[in-house]
């Protein structure tokens, strides 16, 4: 009896020191928003989705005023739950959240990445990516995240039948090059 009271009490420690760092905002990993600050550019966010040669698709983010990186070595839970500004662009940095029907499939640091066929059932499939500070919080403006989505019919094609961009880049703001090769 005496170690099931040591458990319970040991276990509510945990849940009570988890909530208090929630609350505090030291530790949160519920995807929250974070508002762009007014003060830098406002960003933008496109993806564009091409068949891999070998297998799955290739997606590219396409963004505007916005660093995508992984989190500087040594950043302390304070400042990745900031909103961090590069001190050499001036904009607001990051990585990105990649959904796949729905479920998170991982952080994106650059503006590149593979998606395995395996990923995808056959029908209606979404691919959706959010921009988020370190601290994984949803960056915002005017307080709508920040995300685009793509939805595609099947595995065999990376024909886009509906897109949905909530700050979308124009397209003149994309380079020849992105356009060519894509």
């Known amino acids: 009896m005496k170690t099931l009271m040591s458990y319970c009490i040991n276990g509510l420690s945990v849940l009570l020191t988890m909530l208090s760092l929630t609350a505090w905002g ?9 508002a762009v600050p007014e003060s830098v550019k406002p960003v933008a966010l496109s993806l564009a989705l091409t068949k891999d040669a070998m297998s799955g698709f290739n997606l590219t983010l396409h963004t505007r005023h916005y660093n995508l990186m992984p989190p500087r070595q040594n950043l302390s839970m304070d400042e990745s739950m900031a909103a961090s500004i590069n001190a050499d662009s001036g904009y607001v940095e990051g ?3 990649l959904y796949i029907n729905g479920e998170k499939i991982q952080r994106i640091y650059g503006e590149n990445v593979h998606l395995p066929e395996a ?4 029908g209606t499939n979404s691919i959706s990516v959010t921009l988020n ?4 919080m949803a960056w915002t403006m005017k307080g ?3 995300v685009s ?6 595995i065999l094609s990376a024909e886009i039948k509906h897109k949905f ?3 979308p880049l124009l397209d003149s703001e994309i380079t020849y090059a992105e356009k060519v090769f894509k």
Do not use: C, R, V, W
């Open 119 to 122: 990923l995808f059932k056959q």
């Open 144 to 146: 709508k995240k920040i």
């Open 95 to 97: 990585h990105a959240h």
């Open 149 to 154: 989505t793509l939805y595609i019919d099947g």
């Open 133 to 136: 500070n370190h601290g994984h």
């Open 165 to 167: 961009e909530s700050y």
């Open 26 to 34: 030291k530790m949160d990993h519920s995807h929250m928003p974070i």
